[in-house]
């Protein structure tokens, strides 16, 4: 291949909710950055508890410094310590900042799966933010609750799958040093260990996880619907005090303002 032939670096952004999160498309990136590419990301949800937010940021950047992203190309928006879905308009403003600083040629955005809330608002913003620009917006996936197995039993999760939706996901099978840089990825991400034994133990993805990533063009999609037939895995986690009605509430808001929040509305 000849200099003509040579293909343009790309500007590549990461859009996410937690530090971690970047673990389900690490792969992906640090296949992008070998070729050549820049990468950067930015991560909007916030801890009320700082020495955890603390820790979350830093392994966050020793994981895209291994991955190939310098400190100066990765941001933390000052949102306040909040479920997402309780402020989008912040959320989408937020998002939007980052996209005009950065002006990439692609963005990666954690996919709308009803797995995690923060994760879900994060679809919504991103599309919200891209829509007009040009931007090629690609969706991976996390995490989501499974069918039930048997109708009495809460739904497993399964991990790094995308739900069916308009488009086929391109399935992109793992080299082994992109296997490796998914696995050293997990191990960074100390505080994160708990979350993601689990995830791979009760899923049973974990031959999957580390061997492909699964990849699609954010789809139009109604966000006042949920993504799979209820109750969503977060509806059953005690931890996350959120329905989908909750979420599909904040997007009605959202839309009736105009996008700016309601007091400013007023």
Sequence with gaps: MNA??????QRVLLLAAH?????GIAATLGTHARKGDT???AWFARDDRPEVEAQRREE???????????PENLFFPPLVPLHLTAQLPELVAAVREVVEKVRPDV?????FEGGHPDHDAMNFAAWE???TTGIECREYPLYHGAKKKRPLLPRTPAFGQLLP??????????????RRTKRIAVKLSRSQQPLFTWLLRL????ERFFSSEEIRPLPMRDYQRPPHERPLLYEQNPEYPLSFDEFASAVRRYYWTGGVGEDDAL
Excluded: C, H, W
């Excluded at 530090?19 to 673990?23: A, G, I, M, Q, S």
């Excluded at 966050?60 to 310098?70: E, H, L, Y």
């Design 4 to 9: 003509r032939t040579q293909p343009t670096p």
């Design 19 to 23: 530090p971690n999160d970047e673990v």
């Design 39 to 41: 990468i950067f990301a």
């Design 60 to 70: 966050a950047v020793r994981v895209m410094k291994m991955i190939g992203a310098p």
């Design 107 to 111: 963005a990666y955005v954690p996919a």
């Design 129 to 131: 933010a891209t829509l």
């Design 165 to 178: 939706a308009a488009g086929d996901p391109t399935v992109r099978q793992l080299d082994q040093r992109e």
């Design 203 to 206: 899923s049973g993805d974990e």
